[in-house]
């Protein structure tokens, strides 16, 4: 029992005898369920309780007989009347300061006379003007008498003392805030000025290709120490600078965006991010509304300042004395409409892609006066045959594929790998290394637009004068002549005193498709007055690589791949069995024919090296032609066996010297299987001896290997197109070109996307997928694919993807791998393997035949007529010296 004092009246408070439920709410009374409500004298709930003491005015006293829960709605009303008060204490602290003094201020209330007569204690001077409430003073006679919730009243009092301290903490703290943001916008303000010249004001191309975080740190730093130090210690910048570098510069760009709108480089590079990962119109303007990237309408105009500076790029490394070439191919897409009517339907468009290439080897120290050779003093027969020199570095490079699959396959010749080169010879095997530099144009009216942009391009670059404005380039002659080879288009044009681009000459590389109709267009200018109506500085027309090599893997699947789905060890049998559905005689999806021939060809020569070797298995000891292991570790006998025991391989599969046919009589006793699997073999590593080169950017093996192609394919009925190509690039190499034109074409040939070792591709594969990208864009347009968004879109292509390539530079993003990654075959290989050994295509059986190869020779050329092939040279070397005569010949090939 305790007793109170309101109005110095004692008070007994007892408990009521009313029976009150203990379950209930101690607040309102209210019952609910009890797993929603809470314990009033927890621990954790010490606040609520003293909110609802200082409501209620007296401590709510525990009583196990009494409630204890708390109900979430009575919860919610402390928690709003606990934020209220700080609102009041928060506002009223704006409106008065308060600080210590030795002296009473004059603002204090002073006390009464009369009242300080009454007691001392009321008018005493001290630091705390706290008064006693009325509860505490005591009543005549009972001076030392306290009533039991005095403590609580000195409690409470205390607190309001501490509350009064904290809120003049407070209010010191906001007024440091108060200047501090004061700092920061004098910051921003200095920034903003245009005066200033700020990083983020760079918002054009040359902006956004070269966009440096540091030096945007560097400015923030300088410009803005106070927004520096909170956004560096916000984002904990000093625990890994390198990658919070970037996310430093978008907070900055995104808020000083918010400030200044001209002030918008992040938000430009932002949206060309998007647009060039094909983002959908509805995330960027998504994206918009955050501030981290401008409207979507506004990506055309970025856009249209990007396709401004399209040759900007080119001029500057034609100053600094490099030399390009073209690289074109046909480019499709269909425009579709919602409404068809008889004046408005579907079409299909078709167009022409060109990427201008940098070559990465300088032609300088080379002469470029005269062609090399004089094509009527020429035997094109002798041209074909390789060197002594070719043949050598052919054996050699031979060997090392045939030690690697060594390595890879036959645990025995392990110590290979310590004398096996990693890659292969190449000349300039430093510089095809490096990142090629390439430059996208938009699509065009083929000709006469490069001839105008190389005009263009050399004219900034102040190596000649620039054409004049009223320039038409004429139509074509009426009934123009142009034979089938096209043998003009292929003879250099001569040159011309008063010509301002005399010296040019571009190389145009394409695929065959594209090479004839170019060269057919130029066939009809032939007779026009001016060196660039004529297109004399397009020249030569090369045949890219990408193409050739797949229509060398449709030879082979034409010789070697027919209905043969049951004979073992045929290629069409390990299709079946392999279940490679997508293999087909046409080589419709190239990737996957060459990965079947691939592995075929790889097992043939793992089966071709245990019969050499004389090994049970691949895992098996040699017991033919087995290596001196007791004298490997002696000198440099490991090469001299590697050497010895590879070329005698070599001639006993791969390079066996041909004979001349003699008549066709039937011959009982020879081995057609084993023909077959050495055919295949000389397939294998004649396509792996090509990409290779490619790979490693091997302009001059490529060259050698155009000379073995001509033979192939025309010994091949259906491949004569590829025989005149592979023709005409060898006798540009050889006689029509000088020796620095085509020292340029030969190593132009193929192109580095990423830099390092190993990297190349052809350069015709990069335009197909720079195509991809542009068919991305387009379909991107939905209905919107006008002549002009299209023309837009790929002149801004290549700015975008170098401004994508920078951004990816400075956040150290790893660049993706230029090849794709395959499933593994080593299931399949060892299937194939395994149906080998039990064929054994190396043994010697004689009559053994397959029922779809039963005449099958040994070497591919076999079917090569020699006196054909005079015949044919004989005839294309006329029409070059002639300069493509009207009169036709009757001659079946041409």
Sequence with gaps: MSTGSIQDTPKKISKSSTTANITCCRLCKSVGDVSCSKNIYAKGNRALLAAAQGIYGRPLRQDKLLPHLLCRPCERRLKNFISFKTVI?????SFETVK???????SVPRTLAKSARESERKSRRGLNFLTVPSQMQSSPGKENELPLNASAIVGNLWEDDVQHQTTSTETDSRTDLSSILSQVDREFLTLTRRETNSVLRSRGYLGMSTLNFSEIMKEIQTLCPTVFAILSQMILLDQNPGKRTAPLALLYGLIVFQRCHEMSLIQRVNTVLLTEGDASQELVDRLHKYGFCLSKTMKYTIQDEIAQHFLDHAVELLKQGRKFVLVLDNIDWDVRVHDMRSDHQNKSVHAVATSIVFNRVSSDHLPDDKPKKNLADCNLKDLLMLTDEEKRCTRERYKIFLGRILCEWFPAFD???????SRTPCQYQLEMNFKMKKKYADLVDVLDQLEAWVREIYAKSGLCVSLEEGHVPPGPPIAAPSRPDQPLSHVPPEMIADDPLARVRLPCFGDQLTRVRLAGAKDLRAGSHTPQDRLDHLYPFRIVDWHTKRSFLKLVFKRLYTNSGREMGTMQYFREKMQRRNVTQDVKHYEDCE????SIGRCFAVEALIQFFNMVDQNGVPTKNRPPYYMLEVGNNKQVYYDSVLDKFMDQFL???TQDPVEHDPVIDEDFVHNYSVCILKYFFLLLDFKDAVREGNGARLATLHKVLVQHFKSCPGFNSYAIEMLINVVQNEVFLTDAEAHNCVWASTANWTGGPGRNVEIDLLQENRNKDLKKQIKAMGANKTNKAIDRSSR?????RQIAENYDLQVNRPVHSSSHSHQSSVLDDKKILADLRTLKPFNTIPNRKHDSFQEISSDPL???DETKLARWLSR????????APIILDNEDEI
Aim: proline content about 7%; some cysteine.
């Design 89 to 93: 204490i928060e506002s009223q602290s």
């Design 100 to 106: 210590r003094c030795k002296e009473i201020s004059p």
């Design 415 to 421: 110590f290979f790998k310590e004398i096996l080169p």
């Design 595 to 598: 990965q079947l021939f691939l």
């Design 655 to 657: 390079l066996q010297p």
């Design 796 to 800: 801004a292509s290549g700015g975008e």
């Design 862 to 864: 076999a079917t090569l």
């Design 876 to 883: 294309h070397k006329k029409n070059l010296l002639l300069d």
